[in-house]
């Protein structure tokens, strides 16, 4: 994550596989006011493809996509407006 990204909510989906790390990072979405960022830890390959999906598709915008390590990566999503 570059340094310079301030996020107000971090999921760690990590051990979770699908649907999890989708449905935490839904209803973490629900908790951060429109122009916040989420943080979205995932080690599940899957939910690096999904999650940015469902998010484009729900009109929330992503920021980073990250693999940081060998089987981790991180998400970061910015809430649409209402």
Do not use: F
């Amino acid at each position: 994550m570059r340094p310079n990204i301030q996020v107000m909510k971090e999921v760690d989906a990590q051990g979770e596989i699908c649907p999890y790390p989708l449905l935490m990072t839904q209803k973490a979405m629900k908790s951060v006011k429109p122009g916040e960022r989420l943080l979205v830890k995932i080690d599940y390959a899957k939910s690096s493809e999904d999650i940015p999906r469902w998010a484009q598709d729900a009109g929330h915008k992503v920021i980073e996509i990250r693999k940081s390590a060998d089987s981790q990566w991180q998400i970061i999503l910015e809430r649409a407006g209402e």
